[in-house]
Structures are given as structure tokens and as C-alpha cells.
């Protein structure tokens, strides 16, 4: 498995992994499913200024994190939203740790010095998952989201940047 930097042909693998997330559960707010060039602009705009990473094995994107602005006002430069998606039938493969630890060594190498994960809840491996890495539980927002017939509630993860 090698961690690396997304490009545009890695698009329509990236997609492919998160219209599973879009159509089938309610951990991305998106609603329709996004094509690969949707994906492609996606990677070149994030990756200008973040990390984007695939975890890649033989050409197979298995799933892949990402950092983007917290919020766009300038007091927030310091701050960064991370994100991943791994590849439902590849969980359990310490895929997203890999992408995760490498993701944060990138961002020791920036200004970035808090990294926030929201989380729609409920989401125990997810939460888990963060927890496990160091993340602390800052937020919990009531019914912010209604997807797939329910209301959802979305939880704020903060990990400061030590380095």
C-alpha cells in the first residue's frame, strides 16, 4: 500500500469511494453523487494549498485524506479541517491511520496549529477512530443535518498541533 499525493487520474477512484459515503450513509452532507471531474477539480483546488493523499495499492484507490480551511476568515489560517474516506470493503486495514499519520506529518510542516474533524453522529467508529489518534471531543451541534429521513447531529473533534 503506498501513501501518496492524489492526482486528476485518481479521480474517478476517489469518486467512486465517496458516492458510496453520499448515496449510502449520512456521514457526508452531500446529497447527489459527484463525477470524476467534479473529483478532479476538487483535487487541484485542495491540493494548491493542503495535502490530499490516496492510499493506493496496484492501482486501486483504497481511500484517501485531506486537509482544507477551517473557515475562510483570516484569524482561522492557523487552523485546519481534515478529512478521509476509506474504501468500505478495505476498513479494517489500518488505511485510514496511514493516511492520517502521514496527512498529519505534512501539516507539523505548515503553520496549521489546530486540525478539527466533524463527525455525523452517530458514528462510534469514527469517533473511536479519532479518539484513538488524539483528537478531543470541542462540540456537539443537535439536528444541523437532514439526511436519508432523519435529522442528523454533527460532532467537532480538535487536535492540537504540537510540533
Known amino acids: 500500500m503506498e501513501i501518496r499525493a492524489a492526482t486528476v487520474a485518481d479521480a474517478a477512484g476517489i469518486a467512486e469511494i465517496y458516492n458510496y459515503y453520499i448515496q449510502n450513509t449520512h456521514h457526508t452532507f452531500e446529497t447527489e453523487p459527484i463525477?470524476?471531474?467534479?473529483?478532479?477539480?476538487?483535487i487541484v483546488e485542495l491540493g494548491r494549498e493542503f495535502p490530499?493523499?490516496?492510499?493506493?495499492?496496484g492501482g486501486v484507490i483504497h481511500g484517501?485524506?485531506?486537509?482544507?480551511?477551517?473557515?475562510?476568515?483570516?484569524?482561522?489560517?492557523y487552523s485546519a479541517e481534515v478529512l478521509i474516506y476509506v474504501r468500505n470493503e478495505s476498513k479494517e486495514r489500518k488505511i485510514g491511520t496511514k493516511l492520517y499519520n502521514i496527512l498529519f506529518d505534512m501539516l507539523s510542516d505548515t503553520n496549521i496549529h489546530a486540525i478539527v474533524a466533524s463527525i455525523a453522529l452517530p458514528n462510534d467508529p469514527s469517533v473511536r477512530f479519532h479518539e484513538r489518534l488524539g483528537f478531543q471531543k470541542v462540540a456537539h451541534f443537535q439536528e444541523v443535518g437532514y439526511k436519508l429521513g432523519r435529522w442528523i447531529d454533527v460532532g467537532y473533534w480538535e487536535l492540537i498541533n504540537r510540533a
Open 35 to 42: 463525477d470524476a471531474k467534479e473529483m478532479e477539480d476538487r
Open 64 to 77: 484517501y485524506a485531506y486537509a482544507e480551511h477551517f473557515r475562510a476568515k483570516n484569524a482561522y489560517d
Open 52 to 57: 490530499f493523499l490516496v492510499a493506493d495499492e
